[in-house]
Nanobody, 123 residues
């Protein structure tokens, strides 16, 4: 049984940082494409970042590029999303996901999802 358990998140002021974690069981994060998505109120789930199974492919959304960093610890079977220079528009529920998706940026391409964690950035 696959489980993705998320931690991190919370309330932070604009300009601050947060780190999200996604601990996997039932699959090896080294063998899957691991994605991060955000769902803001009234909006569809949108792509934030992805790391490929080889680690050679790392992609970010335009809004995340330069501020967020996705990484993976194979020994801990965990994926991370380091978020710096946070802005109020980064507010939302963040989800990690795992699969062998195509395209990487499409939420519909992922079968396995974490429970989501709230990130709120105050101005």
């Amino acid at each position: 049984q696959v489980q993705l358990v998320q931690s991190g998140g919370g309330l932070v002021q604009a300009g601050g940082s947060l780190r999200l974690s996604c601990a996997a069981s039932g699959l090896k994060v080294s063998k899957y494409v691991m994605g991060w998505f955000r769902q803001s109120r009234g909006k569809e789930r949108e792509f934030v970042a992805v790391i490929g199974w080889s680690g050679g492919t790392i992609l970010y959304s335009a809004s995340a590029k330069g501020r967020f960093t996705v990484s993976r610890d194979n020994a801990k079977n965990t994926v991370f999303l380091q978020m710096n220079s946070l802005k109020p528009e980064d507010t939302g529920v963040y989800y990690c996901a795992a699969d062998s998706p195509y395209p990487y940026q499409s939420a519909e391409s992922y079968a396995y999802w974490g429970q989501g964690t709230q990130v709120t950035v105050s101005s």
